[in-house]
């Protein structure tokens, strides 16, 4: 089934620093988000870029997407202690309006 | 705070018992979904409802048995369930099949141990 998968899993890093996770799918999408989960908590909807977009920017959020290599990516600039939490790509694709998430990449990043 | 609210936050039950966890959006939201979250798995989607009726089951053990009343909240009822269902059920709400694109407001969760 489509499906997003991130990587990496995990990703550490210092305060300050730029986080950069990637997101690849196998299937044509309508459309990719990114979530995200802080611990034992739900997912916020963080950004949405649409299949026919290159890039959207969100604050200190940077998300690209490739089409021809099936493949997102989330930059974070300047990382707060904050940050740290799990972010996960949801794809959509064809008709269905359900989307379809990966397994994440837990961030953390150190003050 | 999403506007999807879930209780209990926190379930404790055993094998034998019957429970049930609820989901209320204050959105005004048509679609409700319950998803199951294991550590190191991806996101699985259990349920899905538009405007009331179950349009997605995944396959998910009869032991779990989603209701919804209405369009604002959803319930899923468990019983007899295993230790390998202990997880965090996530409900989320969307606006609904007709519109695209189909951003997910999700709850805090339901943390459910089995023992």
């Known amino acids: 089934s489509q499906q997003g998968e991130e990587d990496p899993q995990a990703l550490s890093i210092q305060e300050g620093e730029n986080a950069t996770m990637n997101c690849s799918y196998k299937?044509?999408?309508?459309?990719l988000q990114w979530y995200r989960q802080n611990s034992g908590r739900g997912l916020v909807h963080l950004i949405l870029?649409?299949?026919?977009?290159r890039e959207k920017h969100s604050g200190r959020l940077r998300v690209t997407l490739d089409t021809s290599k099936k493949s997102s990516s989330l930059l974070i600039t300047a990382s707060r202690a904050a940050d740290t939490a799990s972010y996960f790509c949801?794809?959509?694709?064809?008709?269905?309006?359900?989307?379809?998430f990966g397994r994440g990449t837990s961030l953390i990043v150190h003050p | 705070e999403t506007g999807v609210t879930q209780t209990p936050r926190h379930l404790v039950m055993g094998m034998t018992n019957k429970k049930s966890l609820k989901c209320e959006q204050h959105?005004?939201?048509?679609?409700m979904y319950w998803y199951k979250q294991s550590a190191k798995k991806p996101l699985e989607l259990m349920f899905v409802?538009?405007?009331?009726?179950?349009?997605e089951n995944n396959s998910v053990p009869s032991r779990f048995s989603p209701e919804c009343p209405n369009s604002s909240h959803l319930f899923l009822h468990l019983h007899t369930l295993q230790p390998e269902d202990s997880a965090l059920y996530l409900c989320?709400?969307?606006?609904?099949?007709?519109?695209?694109?189909?951003?997910?407001?999700f709850g805090p969760g339901t943390r459910l141990l089995v023992l």
């Open positions: 949801a794809t959509r694709s064809g008709g269905s309006y359900i989307p379809t």
């Open positions: 299937t044509s999408i309508n459309n």
């Open positions: 870029i649409r299949s026919n977009e």
């Open positions: 959105l005004g939201h048509n679609a």
């Open positions: 409802y538009s405007l009331e009726e179950r349009v």
């Open positions: 989320a709400s969307s606006q609904g099949p007709a519109t695209s694109p189909e951003t997910q407001y």
